[in-house]
């Protein structure tokens, strides 16, 4: 089976808004920190492309979530880096966002909070970054690919067609993510969201590893008051202005 297959999914092709993408596009980058709208914008986005669509923050959960049943610390980057090179992570289902890890299939195990409280620093780890830039430097080489994450403009793709920085204030993000968490069940202080959202801002972006910041040639792009479709819409027609 080949590799993409395992790792990502195509999603139905709309020629219209295919036609409206400047020609020569075939990979995307999209960062931001926490809850900028990153999954929901690069999903749809590769909808209306016909083109593949990789969360890679669903990576680095899988293997969170394998340290923590392991009994693997977070804090040991080398056993955490072992962890992930013997149990390659595999995206299954139409949504992309159930995850096949040590033959364990995996959705709402990947958000629950020990996950969200440790992912940032399993993220931090070297041979942890090493082994999963490897695979989602593979899954790209094939090209027609919608990627986010926190690095993927910067190191996994620095050659990426078109590199977009998505950003919202912190109380959008917070809101959003508590929006998200009620809607799964959980009860929690919208309060609590932010100071945990801030807090996962801060590890990310000073990591000394792929650090979050916007590649000095992405475009920034801040959502606050806008809805799903006009960021897309935004990012069809920035990719016709190159
Ligand atoms: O996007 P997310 O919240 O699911 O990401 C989970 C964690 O993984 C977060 O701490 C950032 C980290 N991450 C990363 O370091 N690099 C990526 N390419 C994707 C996510």
């Known amino acids: 089976m080949p590799v993409r297959a395992r790792y990502a999914y195509l999603t139905p092709l709309e020629d219209k808004t295919r036609e ?31 083109f593949a669509y990789l969360d890679t923050g669903v990576m680095y959960r899988a293997v969170t979530w394998l340290a923590l049943q392991c009994g693997t610390s977070v804090e040991d980057g080398s056993a955490l880096g072992k962890l992930a090179r013997s149990n390659p992570v595999a995206i299954e289902g139409s949504e992309g966002s159930r995850v096949l890890v040590a033959g364990h299939s995996l959705g709402p195990e990947l958000r629950e909070s020990s996950v969200d409280t440790n992912v940032s620093a399993v993220a931090k780890a070297s041979p942890v970054r090493k082994e999963l ?11 027609k690919i919608v990627m986010i994450g926190r ?28 929006q998200e968490m009620r809607d799964r069940g959980q009860e929690v202080e919208l309060e609590t969201v932010l100071s945990e959202t801030l807090a996962r801002d801060e590890i990310d972006s000073n990591r000394e590893d792929s650090p979050l910041r916007p590649a000095p040639d992405a475009w920034e792009l801040n ?11 935004k990012i069809i027609d920035r990719s016709n202005s190159l």
Do not use: C, F
Not at 133 to 143: D, M, P, S, Y
Not at 223 to 233: A, N, Y
């Open 20 to 50: 409206q993408l400047a020609q020569g596009i075939s990979v995307i980058a999209i960062d931001g920190p926490v809850a900028a709208g990153k999954t929901v914008v690069g999903r749809k986005l590769a909808q209306n492309l016909g």
């Open 133 to 143: 830039v490897a695979q989602q430097r593979q899954i790209a080489a094939q090209g």
């Open 151 to 178: 690095d993927i403009g910067t190191v996994v793709l620095p050659d990426a067609d078109l590199k977009i920085y998505l950003t919202a204030s912190p109380a959008k993000r917070a809101q959003r993510r508590w």
């Open 223 to 233: 959502t606050d008051g806008l809805s799903i479709e006009q960021v897309v819409q």
